[in-house]
């Protein structure tokens, strides 16, 4: 089973009169990389609140959003009505002793609510037990987070798997030009050396033959290229999380990739060993999301 690094979640809780909106977005990434990008998290909490999205989520570039909708009995916006009542005196007294007339009482309340403590905004907090909610409803976000990869997770294993097989069924493709490619390279050094005019010893010749054909068989790579590609399949199918893995062993078949091509001395193989890297090329793009 794979899952994808990209995915998002979002929950919705209400802690008394308070209702809290928790989003979560992740994308590919080396590590664990946890930006909380709300400060209604206490700062106590915060270590806890990473430890368990670390070992929820596991990897990738993780950002939290949360946001905080209070209702009109609950809002934390209070008047000092005090201190407004004093200024309203004083501003009145002063309109009166300079004679300055008739004060718009709209205008004085506009002056007074700019004034300094006035208006007072007091920070919402948070008891044991709506913390406790607020938490569950960020692992829920984390679980609509998983489930989100998961899908995405089965687009990404369908459209690799598709392109892994391509590369195993193009070894089959390489070998039917394996032969002539044997008699290419016979008939050519053949007629270099009727070029030359020189006779050769005909044993000594064919021993040549052999020794160089041997420096271009590609056997060993046929092989080593078909098991990469069966235990890539089998690593997605089996492990988790697979991402680093299903990496090192794209990056080997890259290496038998390259071997046949640089062993082919046949415009078709190499042909074929083009395709085969662009098939990889495609891996490779589409691994980098995978967890």
């Known amino acids: ?7 998002f979640g979002k929950s919705e809780v209400t802690c008394g009169t308070d209702k809290y909106t928790v989003e979560i977005r992740t994308l590919n990434g080396k590590n664990c990389d946890i930006s909380l990008k709300s400060q209604l998290i206490p700062k106590d909490k915060e270590l806890k609140i990473r430890k368990k999205l670390s070992q929820k989520l596991l990897r990738g570039n993780i950002d939290i959003y949360l946001t905080l909708d209070q209702t009109e009995a609950s809002s934390n916006v209070k008047i000092n009505k005090q201190l407004f009542k004093e200024y309203y005196t004083q501003l009145r007294n002063v309109s009166d002793e300079c004679k300055l007339g008739t004060i718009e009482r709209t205008a004085i309340v506009n002056s007074i609510v700019r004034l300094p403590e006035v208006i007072e905004i007091q920070k919402s907090t948070l008891s044991e037990e709506n913390y406790e909610k607020l938490e569950k409803s960020i692992l829920e976000a984390a679980d609509d987070v998983i489930n989100y990869r998961i899908k995405e997770g089965e687009i990404l294993k369908k459209d690799i798997s598709a392109k892994v097989n391509q590369i195993y069924n193009l070894v089959t493709e390489i070998e039917k030009y394996e032969k002539e490619r044997i008699t290419t390279i016979k008939t050519r050094l053949k007629t270099n050396l009727e070029e030359l005019g020189t006779s050769v010893d005909q044993n000594r010749f064919e021993q040549e033959i052999i020794y160089y054909l041997e420096k271009l068989d590609i056997n060993e790579e046929k092989v080593r290229l078909r098991q990469h590609c069966k235990y890539f399949i089998e690593t997605m199918d089996k492990e988790f999380p697979a991402g680093k893995k299903l990496a ?22 190499q042909k074929i060993v083009v395709n085969m890297k662009d ?5 490779k793009e589409q691994s980098f999301n995978i967890l």
């Open 1 to 7: 089973m794979i899952q994808s690094m990209t995915g």
């Open 248 to 269: 090192f062993i794209a990056q080997e078949i890259g290496r038998e990739v390259n071997t046949m091509g640089s062993k082919s001395n046949n415009s078709d193989m």
């Open 279 to 283: 098939a990889l090329e495609k891996i």
